[in-house]
């Protein structure tokens, strides 16, 4: 199984320049979400997207978007990359059931390392 | 609102030594626990979760105790190895309001075992 499949790897953008950044999972879960990583910062929540069809802000939405395509996927665009967003980039999913659903885990992608200049 | 907070790292330890890391949370409601690995240049993985007061979730050797009476979740692991070497994460999962739930993790401990 692939489980989350994020591309590309890896980008490097120049300040202004616009990217979408790519997921896809194939375990059928309702939930996906975006994450960015920075040294000493932990994983921070980017936007989510509890069920296809709908999309939420997270703690650090500003200068990006979002699109859930599918079930399946769930995109991340820059429209204008700033310095500010060079970071590494993580994917999840989960399935979010009526039981209990604070138990299930997330699963994550490899991730996307983007630097900005 | 919620929050999780580790011991800062980094960690270096010898082969077959004992390894703890804290980690504490603040979080209205009844939350989930879970600790994530995260090897060099690769995502996050689930080391093991916990789900409500007194559980003990375990993986690989690897412990840890929900203390809903001291708000904690500490990794333990009796004897560490040089591929236990990792950055490791706390997390809470609660819920977020309109039918989502969101996970908040603490900023991470970076393990390193020397042979």
């Known amino acids: 199984n692939a489980g989350v499949t994020q591309t590309p790897k890896f980008q490097v953008l120049k300040t202004g320049q616009s990217m979408t950044l790519q997921c896809a999972q194939d375990?059928?879960?309702?939930?996906m979400y975006w994450y960015r990583q920075d040294p000493g910062m932990g994983l921070r929540l980017i936007y989510y997207s509890a069920s296809e069809g709908t999309t939420d802000k997270g703690e650090v939405p500003n200068g990006y978007n979002v699109s859930r395509l599918n079930k399946r996927e769930f995109s991340l665009r820059l429209e204008s990359a700033a310095p500010s967003q060079t970071s590494v980039y993580f994917c999840?999913?989960?399935?979010?059931?009526?039981?209990?659903?604070?138990?299930?885990?997330?699963?994550f992608g490899d991730g996307t390392r983007l630097s900005i200049l | 609102g919620d929050s999780v907070t580790q011991m800062e790292g980094p960690v270096t330890l010898s082969e077959e030594a004992f390894l703890t890391i804290n980690c504490t949370y603040t979080a209205t409601g009844y939350p989930s626990l879970f600790w994530y690995v995260q090897y060099p240049g690769e995502g996050l993985q689930l080391l093991l979760k916990?789900?409500?007061?007194?559980d003990k979730g375990s993986n690989k050797g690897f412990e840890a105790t929900y203390r809903k009476e001291t708000t904690s979740f500490h990794l333990e692991k009796g004897s560490v190895q040089v591929s236990d070497s990792a950055v490791y994460f706390c997390a809470l999962s609660a819920y977020s309001g309109a039918g989502s739930y969101q996970l908040t993790f603490g900023k991470g401990t970076k393990l390193s075992v020397i042979p």
């Open positions: 999840a999913s989960s399935e979010i059931g009526l039981v209990e659903p604070t138990r299930q885990p997330q699963h």
């Open positions: 375990m059928n879960h309702n939930s």
């Open positions: 916990a789900t409500k007061a007194d």
